[in-house]
């Protein structure tokens, strides 16, 4: 993909440069690497196809597999790599490999090449890569990040399967009710126009919103539209999500929920690393970006702690990082020496309680949506026919 950069090359000069590279990130590297420092970047693709074409997402797990699959077959790293490249036929995906292939050509480590393409390749996957380069165990380091990345897509699975119903119940009930509002309260309204001063008030409202559709109902339906196009896209910017969870962490039965399942994927990740061989201190300073910014401070003192010579358990317990039980098992991993794989254990137990509530909250939440939907159907039907009670009460 090509990009346009505006960059300044010195105080007084700013220049325009086009740039071939994989993504917007490497595109700023190489562009940094010439002594010029970024003011704008932007793609060059344009027109409707700018925004129909999405990248392409690298397939890491899948990568990890044939890559393990390849070193086990006896080939070396390069010579796996160059397999790869051979067989794929997506250019974007080609381009990747063959950047990793000059890095390491150019006498770089395997992890330092793919540190340099953040968009491909995150921060933990690199780290874990770092650490086998001194173990010399690739393989099995590469196995460790595919069953982390096994136990995330789990979890992500649960809640997606939780979310399933109430979403469906909610759409369709907003359809069901859009139809009302739409098209047959204003057809009810043309019955009752006649008789609208002798009309209770709420049927005289249903008689007026019949009226509005008649009039305005295509500008109606636009803005309606309008503000839920506007409110699908505002919740895919990571600013409002953050603002949304940070809502949610306010609110006390929930926020509490919510950090035993950040939680949960901080002791995954940093079981992982410890495994690896990274020590406690470097890799709690990895993965400290899991966290939400409420825990990053309580995560910061803790690493005070252990820099003082204070013991794992007692460090996280002091600052709200653990609950008793997560507590207990840090103190048998630091009893056993076994602090990785205590940690992946306390993620299970984690993962076992976020499904006990995600079970409890679907039973809750889908017969309290329904009956919220049958109220308010109920009352929209009860509204177009009262009017008709009226009537027939006057004539009798």
């Not at 796996?80 to 006498?107: F, M, N, S, W, Y």
């Not at 008689?207 to 509005?212: A, C, D, S, Y």
Request: contains cysteine; glycine residues 8%; charged residues 20%.
């Amino acid at each position: 993909m090509q990009y346009h950069v505006k960059a300044m090359q010195s105080l007084d000069r700013v220049v325009e440069l086009n740039v071939d590279s994989i993504d917007a990130d490497d595109a700023r590297r190489q562009v940094e690497r010439l002594g010029y420092e970024v003011l704008a970047l932007r793609s060059k693709r344009a027109g409707l196809s700018a925004y129909l074409k999405r990248p392409t997402t690298f397939p890491l797990t899948l990568f990890s597999q044939e890559l393990i699959a390849l070193l086990g077959a006896g080939l070396s790293l390069v010579e796996a790599l160059e397999t790869l490249r051979e067989k794929e036929r997506h250019p974007d995906l080609k381009q990747v490999l063959e950047q990793i292939l000059a890095k390491l050509r150019e006498g770089r480590t395997f992890s330092s090449s793919v540190e340099q393409l953040p968009s491909s390749f995150p921060a933990l996957y690199v780290a874990t890569v770092r650490a086998s380069e001194k173990t010399g165990d690739l393989r099995e380091a590469l196995s460790r990040y595919i069953a982390y990345q096994v136990q995330l897509d789990l979890v992500r699975k649960k809640l997606v399967s939780a979310s399933i119903y109430p979403v469906v119940l909610l759409v369709v009930g907003g359809l069901v009710m859009l139809f009302l509002l739409m098209y047959v309260v204003p057809k009810f309204s043309r019955i009752y126009e006649d008789a609208g001063k002798d009309l209770p008030v709420l049927s005289q409202l249903l008689l007026e919103w019949g009226k509005v559709m008649e009039a305005h109902g295509l500008l109606v339906m636009g803005c309606l539209a309008l503000a839920g196009a506007i409110s699908a896209y505002g919740l895919t910017l990571p600013a409002v999500k953050a603002r949304l969870l940070s809502q949610l962490r306010s609110i006390p039965s929930i926020g509490s929920k919510l950090q035993v399942f950040d939680l949960a994927r901080f002791y995954r990740t940093l079981g992982m690393l410890v495994k690896g061989g990274i020590p406690i201190v470097a890799a709690i300073e990895m993965v400290s970006g899991i966290l939400p910014l409420s825990l990053r401070g309580p995560l910061q003192a803790a690493v005070r702690d252990l820099r003082e010579g204070k013991p794992i358990s007692q460090a996280m317990e002091s600052h709200g990082l653990t609950t008793p039980v997560a507590h207990r098992m840090l103190r048998v991993g630091e009893r056993t020496g076994q602090m990785g794989e205590m940690m992946e254990r306390i993620a299970v137990f984690y993962d076992e309680d976020i499904a006990r509530v995600l079970d409890w909250l679907t039973k809750l939440i889908e017969p309290a949506l329904m009956a919220a939907i049958g109220l308010v159907i109920g009352t929209i039907v009860l509204l177009m026919y009262f009017p008709m009670f009226e009537l027939a009460g006057s004539i009798q």
